[in-house]
Each structure stands twice: as C-alpha cells, then as structure tokens.
C-alpha cells in the first residue's frame, strides 16, 4: 500500500454509506475503504429493507426525486425487466419517473447501486472491502497516534486513519419482550403480522403510524376495489378490529403532489456568508426570523404574490396559526379527502402546490444551520415551526390514502387529537392505558387498549445512548447545547421547570438538545470545543438536537457531500501535493 494512502472505515452500509461511498469515489486520492455492516444487506438500510418493510409498504418518493447514483431508477427498472421477483412486477406502459414504488423494491435498486460503485472503485484508485454480518462495538479516537480504533464484535481491533459513523436508525426496545401487545416502534414490521378481535392503539399520524396501519389491516382483512372504490372486509375472527390513532392535534399528513422541483436543491440552503453576516447583525446568532423570511416568504414575490401579500407580514408563529387554523376547523378525514382531491388535480395538470413545496425547501435549509440559532428560536422551531413541517411534507402516497378511507369507511380507523400532555401507561398484564384530556370538552380519559403501538418515529436519542463507550469513555464527544440570547428568558424557563438549562461559570445559560456536538462537516466535537478530523457521524439518531429535521434521501446526499468536502480539505494537508520546480 502506498504511504500516503488514506484508511477509511465505514460504519453501516445503509443509504447514507451508499451516498457517501459515492462522493468518496469522486476524491484524486488513493483510498482503502473498509465498509462494516452488521446484517447481510447493503445499500437499503432500515426503511428499504425487511428491518423496515413488507410487501404492502410503498415509498413516498418517486424515482426522479432520488439523488443521482450511478443508473437512474427508471433505467434500471427497464434493465432489470424479467428478473425481478413477480411481486415486483411493474406495467411499464403506464409507469413513469413520477410513480412511487414499493419500498422493497427501491431497496434492490440501492443494494444494486452500492454493489456497481464498489465495482467502479477499482478503476478510481481505491480499494473497497465489505464486512457483511459485522457489527462494530466500540470506536475509540486514538489521537496519540492519530488512528481512530474499531473494534468488532469478535473482539478484533482494526486501524484506519478515519471513520465515518453512518448506521441510521436505532427503534428502542426495552420492555417490548416482556409485555403483551406493547410496541415501541413498527419495525421490524413482521412483529405487527397480528390477528386481533380488539381496538389497536396507535400512537402518532405519520408515515410511520401509516406502514403500521397498512400491515395491521392486512393480518385482519383485506381490500377489495369496487369500480373506482377501495373496499375493506374484515376478516372472519376479527370483527372488533379497529385502529385508533392518537395524534396531538388530530390532523393526517399531507398527500404527495407534482414538485415543481423534483429533488430537494443546494441552491436553497444558505451561503456561509448569508449566515455569517446576519449572526453578526443578532448578537452572534442565527435568527430563525431571517431564515423564514429569507428561504419561504421571500419566495412568494413572483410565484404566487396573493399569497406573498398575505404573509409578508407574518411572523413563524402567525403563519403557523393561519395554516393549522385552515386545517383543524374541518373534521380530519374530511380535509384528507379535500387534500387528496387537490393533489389529485396538482399531478394531472403537473403544477405544485408552491406553497407546500417551500415549506419543504425550508425544513431542508433549516436542517444544517440549525446549530447556530439561539436557544430561544430553537425552542421556537421545534414547538412552533417543525409540528407543521412534520405533516405538511409527508407526502403520504396516493395507494396509501386509498387504504385509509376504506379502512375509515368501513368503520375500522379513527383518529383522536390527544393534545401535548398526553401519556402512555403500561399495564404488567399486557397492553395500556392511554391518558389524555379531551381538547373540545376538556375531559380526562383514561383508555384501556390490549395492542399499542408507538409509530411517533424516530426518537433523537442522547448522548449517552451512543453505541461506542470509547467515545465517552476518552471524552472525544460532547453534549450539544444551545446558547440562550436572553438571561431573563432561561431565567423564566428555569422556574418553569424546564430541566434541560445547564449554565457555566459566567452565568451563560444553555438548552441541552438531544445527541452529540456536530461541525458543518459533521466532525464529531470535544469537550474543549475541538472538532476531530478522523471521526464523523452521520448516524440519524445521535445528531438531532443540531440537525432537526433529518431524513430521506435528500439528507444522505447533502451530508455525505459535506464529510467528504472536508476529508478531500484534511487529505490534501497531510498530503500536499508535489510542484514541480523551476
């Protein structure tokens, strides 16, 4: 191996290694990659992938919204023609790049991608190797001898000049096995293969309470189509079955639509002097006022000014009371089918719903700068800004909402707005107890349910919760905390009780936010404040307090791009390159 070789180590073979794997091929360097995935699959990672679906789940993207990799999915679709699996049999007369597919099946395609990116290594001057069925335990920063240690659940010890942690999703577990009819999360989705005579409680209206629904009803019933309707039948034994959501305001996600602009851009995110300069104008912050302003409102001047004229003067909390207002004054299922009727016409004239599709763009350009917002504004972002963007972008796939009409039709599903203080107890002999107060009478219910799944998505986990006691262990990561703007302001939040305010000894006072200390380049930081230049993480679970809305392809893309920006910057000084002389 030649001495100025690179060492790579690869945590995870999921999407986000796939995207990265990528960008690394694009480096005028001599790599050794070295891939570690602990099951035996690559590039589909949970979602895409039996960890995260069954037959019956269906992206929410269509194959012109999937960051380039070496084929586009319509491409490969034509080229895999006669060898996929029959259940993955597409009419490919009426299939076009704005169709979704099923989730299993985008998983071949990315598993097919990273097996084709491994192949091109070779000619690029790097060597890939994989590790399928390889867990890693432990990570340690060994910066004495400027290494990064892995250690492999057979107790071997690798070297390499640099890891990049990219291992996606972590559901909790604890407690499911010991209690009847209790579910943490809906993944694996096999566990949900349920037949039952009883009420299910759901908790939470997302894309992920949806994979559980669609799975629930197919183990206690079926659908049947009656010209253009979608019919369900329960089945014989389950004639109790049903599903209740328990949503805190009671509102289904929004229905997918034409984008205008297929894949989420970097044009929209802001420029490192656009962020600089209005920190320097807000007292060294980030001001989530200027960033709304800036990255939505701004927007509407040309492409819809009624709209522009209505907003312009809006603040991030108004404008978010003007749309839930227009949303929670109609029965839910009754604006489910207004929003579907509308998304309906928005494909077949191939026009956006403009306004939706910024407030994506927005979640996007939020999601890497978020870290230098006050504490106050991220307060505001996740309470105020982020419920809204949680059910506008979902873009629930038309088959889906079909699915749950049938199921609402036929009696079978129902939704509960159970507000912010609702809670979730377990009971010892199986099942739970859901508390909440009614939001229209005001009255406390206490409801008994045998089955209960938690489809609130992925919980931001804490730094402490991090797989690798070698980080913790030397100190080489820190928690993420916020700064507050106002002392009055922690000050007041203190009293109110708010646990998550540390102060240090200057009387600066600090919201802890979940996870780890990250850069721009997500480079994991110290205690002292140092970023590290061998370790990056790009694993979701453990970077949410400074990157809110993580998710989707999209963020696999933008954040590979950024680590191997700065891995290209930290090559080239460790390994300068030779000038001729004069």
């Not at 999360?185 to 994979?211: E, Q, R, W």
């Not at 079978?412 to 009478?441: A, M």
């Not at 936010?513 to 453990?542: C, K, L, W």
Request: proline share 5%.
């Amino acid at each position: 191996m030649h001495k100025n070789t690179e060492k790579i180590a690869l945590i995870g073979a999921g999407p986000s290694c796939l995207y990265l794997l990528k960008h690394l091929l694009t480096l005028e360097k001599e790599l050794v990659i070295e891939i570690f995935e602990k099951t035996g699959i690559v590039g589909a990672g949970m979602p895409y992938s039996p960890q995260g679906a069954t037959n019956e789940h269906i992206t929410n993207v269509s194959g012109n919204e999937i960051p380039p990799l070496v084929v586009p999915l319509a491409r490969w679709l034509d080229e895999m023609a006669g060898r996929l699996p029959e259940q993955f049999a597409i009419d490919r007369d009426n299939f076009s790049q704005y169709h979704v597919v099923p989730r299993l099946l985008l998983g071949k395609y990315l598993t097919d991608q990273f097996k084709q990116l491994v192949e091109k290594a070779g000619s690029n001057g790097k060597t890939v190797k994989v590790h399928l069925n390889t867990e890693i335990t432990d990570l340690t920063d060994c910066h004495e001898d400027g290494k990064v240690e892995l250690t492999l659940h057979s107790g071997k010890k690798m070297a390499f000049d640099y890891a990049v942690v990219c291992s996606g999703h972590r559901w909790p577990k604890a407690g499911e096995s010991s209690r009847k009819g209790y579910f943490l999360s809906p993944y694996p989705p096999a566990k949900l293969a349920l037949k039952v005579n009883h009420a299910v409680a759901v908790k939470g209206s997302s894309l992920t309470a949806i994979d559980a629904i669609r799975t629930l009803a197919r183990n206690n019933g079926t659908f049947e189509w009656e010209g253009d309707k979608l019919r369900f039948i329960v089945a014989e034994g389950s004639e109790k079955f049903k599903i209740m959501m328990h949503s805190r305001n009671g509102l289904l996600p929004a229905i997918r639509f034409h984008l205008r602009q297929s894949e989420l851009s970097q044009d929209s995110l802001l420029t490192d002097a656009e962020i600089e300069d209005n920190k320097r104008e807000n007292g060294g912050f980030l001001s989530l006022d200027f960033v709304f302003d800036h990255n939505f409102k701004r927007r509407f001047q040309k492409s819809d000014p009624a709209l522009y004229k209505r907003i312009k003067d809006l603040n991030v909390e108004s404008f978010v009371e003007l749309v839930m207002s227009m949303r929670e004054d109609k029965p839910p299922f009754k604006l489910f089918r207004e929003e579907y009727e509308e998304a309906a016409e928005s494909i077949d004239r191939r026009k956006s719903i403009f306004w939706k599709e910024m407030l994506a763009e927005l979640s996007f350009t939020m999601n890497y700068p978020a870290k230098y917002l006050s504490a106050e504004d991220m307060l505001r972002l996740k309470n105020v800004l982020m419920p809204l963007v949680s059910i506008v972008i979902a873009f629930v796939p038309q088959s889906s909402c079909d699915e749950l009409f049938a199921l609402h039709d036929a009696g079978r599903l129902d939704i509960i707005s159970v507000g912010q203080e609702s809670r979730v107890e377990p009971l010892k002999e199986g099942g739970i107890r859901y508390h909440y107060t009614d939001e229209q009478g005001g009255k406390k219910h206490a409801k008994h349910y045998q089955t209960y799944v938690d489809c609130s998505g992925q919980p931001h986990l804490s730094m402490e919760d991090l797989p690798f006691p070698g980080l913790l262990r030397r100190k080489s990561v820190s928690q993420a905390v916020l700064r507050f703007k106002s002392k009055e302001e922690a000050e007041k939040l203190i009293k109110e009780g708010n646990k998550f305010i540390i102060s240090n000894d200057n009387g600066d006072h600090f919201l802890k936010v979940s996870g780890i200390t990250i850069t721009d380049h997500f480079q994991i930081v110290n205690e002292y404040g140092i970023p590290n230049e061998r370790i990056y993480i790009m694993a979701v679970p453990y970077i949410g307090g400074y990157n809110p809305d993580y998710s989707g392809l999209d963020f696999c893309e933008q954040a590979s791009r950024c680590i191997v920006e700065k891995l290209g910057q930290v090559f080239d000084a460790r390994h300068p390159p030779l000038h001729a002389e004069c």
